[in-house]
């Protein structure tokens, strides 16, 4: 799953009633709000060398919208869309009520509780847009793998947004307003919802777990790995020059067999990760921080870290260095025709090539992991995050322009 932090509220804080009304809309005629606490007032800037949320502690709530282009809008109506859309993003990441429309209030009463949102471009949108020159090589399409049962309908899409926040009215607002200002210009695609731990839900910050009750996140690569922005971020001076400062998307919508997951003994479901389920610890020994070491052995001989255990088939050193940073939020969307529940891990990872991360990780886990026995690979897709946006400008621009 994702970074590190749940449990303590993300982003820069404003303090106590530090954040503006300012801007026009219904909340401008209100008093100035004094949130309860921290969590509400806190704000992480929209504008910067990179998009928000990808570095930033995962918050608690999570929607993923695609969207396809209308037909013949082409690149001036998909520029004034990015224009409009990161004008809202930034408003909103402030507590500001966003331009260009009538508030709904759904989140008028909260503070900007650390609201991020994302935005990447699908291969599709390219040639819709006349930029059939400037597709990166990096958005080839993934290649099909062993057993994956995807669904195009929930798949793919020209432009993607990921909107997070620590309040669901506050996420909700602003996948909302974002979905309402590109009305005649793109057509939702797909929907979905995730969450994660809400801040302040454990005694002090630790990694989030995930629907199989495991410690997730915790060998994901960190902002003080001296590698970390090569293999998040594209250089600047990389190809094509407008990705400089982004990242390239994979999103899978994966479902778990959960009924089965619960009927295996906790041996087998520790053996089935490498790690300890309560504690997170590598099975090869030490704490939930101790590297793990492939090469251990028990007393019999046999590998402490079995051979197709999850975190031996997708760590680096498996994968000739392959990485990535998994920000990945639970959905649960009630149960299945047979009564299963429809629940799983809506994965999202970043990298700065998607052909030396996700693409030969993935292949491996495929391939011959004992997690992949429990899981279903239901929708997929890749999307170009281009670098953040300049202080008066929008995400897209260096591409648009
Ligand atoms: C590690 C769970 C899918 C890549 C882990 C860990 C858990 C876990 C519990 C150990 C803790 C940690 O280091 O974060 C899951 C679940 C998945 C899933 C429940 C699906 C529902 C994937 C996929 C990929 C992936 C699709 C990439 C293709 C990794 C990597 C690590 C990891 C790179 C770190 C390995 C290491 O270096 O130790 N995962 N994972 N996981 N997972 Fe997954």
Redesign the pocket.
């Known amino acids: 799953?994702g970074a590190a932090g749940a449990g303590g509220a993300a982003g820069l804080a404003l303090g106590a009633g530090g954040y503006a009304l300012a801007g026009p809309g219904p909340k401008q005629s209100t008093a100035a709000v004094t949130p309860a606490t921290a969590l509400g007032s806190s704000a992480v800037p929209f504008h910067g060398a990179h998009q928000a949320g990808i570095v930033e502690p995962m918050q608690s709530t999570l929607h993923a919208t695609a969207f396809d282009l209308s037909p013949g809008i082409g690149r001036p109506g998909l520029t004034a869309l990015m224009k409009r859309w990161s004008a809202a993003a930034a408003a909103m990441a402030e507590g500001r009520t966003p331009p260009g429309l009538t508030d709904d209030q759904v989140a008028l009463d909260a503070g900007p509780s650390s609201l991020t949102v994302t935005f990447g471009f699908g291969a599709s949108v390219f040639a819709k847009a006349g930029l059939a020159a400037q597709l990166p090589g990096e958005l080839a399409a993934l290649p099909p793998f062993p057993e994956d049962r995807i669904d195009r309908a929930r798949s793919d899409g020209d432009l993607w947004l990921q909107v997070c926040a620590d309040d669901p009215l506050v996420a909700f607002h602003a996948m909302r307003t974002l979905q309402r200002l590109a009305a005649g210009q793109a057509a939702p695609r797909w929907q979905m919802t995730g969450f994660s731990r809400a801040p302040g839900a454990t005694a002090r910050p630790v990694?989030g777990r995930?629907l199989?009750g495991?410690?997730?996140?915790?060998?994901?690569p960190k902002p003080s790995d001296a590698d970390f922005a090569s293999r998040v971020f594209v250089p600047s001076g990389g190809r094509p020059a407008w990705m400089a400062g982004g990242s390239y998307a994979?999103f899978?919508r994966?479902r778990?067999l959960l009924d089965d997951w619960d009927q295996q003994s906790l041996t087998v479901q520790e053996r089935t990760?490498?790690?300890r389920k309560a504690s997170?610890a590598p099975l090869s020994g030490g704490t939930e921080a101790t590297p793990?070491d492939l090469a251990r052995q028990n007393a019999d001989g046999s590998l402490a870290v079995p051979g197709d255990a999850?975190?031996r088939v997708?760590?680096?050193?498996s994968n000739q260095g392959?990485?990535?940073l998994?920000r990945?939020y639970s959905y649960h969307d009630g149960l299945r025709p047979d009564g299963a529940p429809d629940a799983?891990?809506l994965?999202i990872?970043f990298q700065s090539d998607p052909g030396t991360g996700?693409v030969p990780?993935?292949r491996k886990?495929a391939r011959g992991d004992a997690?992949s026995r429990f899981?279903v690979?239901e929708s997929s897709g890749l999307y170009a995050i281009p670098g953040g946006a300049p202080a008066d400008g929008y995400v897209g621009q260096a591409l648009l322009e």
Not at 214 to 220: A, K, L, P, R
Not at 314 to 317: F, H, M
């Open positions: 799953l990694t995930n199989m495991q410690i997730d996140g915790t060998n994901n994979v899978r994966i778990m990760v490498g790690r997170g793990v999850h975190v997708a760590a680096p050193a392959a990485a990535m998994r990945g799983g891990l994965f990872c996700f990780v993935q886990l997690l899981l690979h």
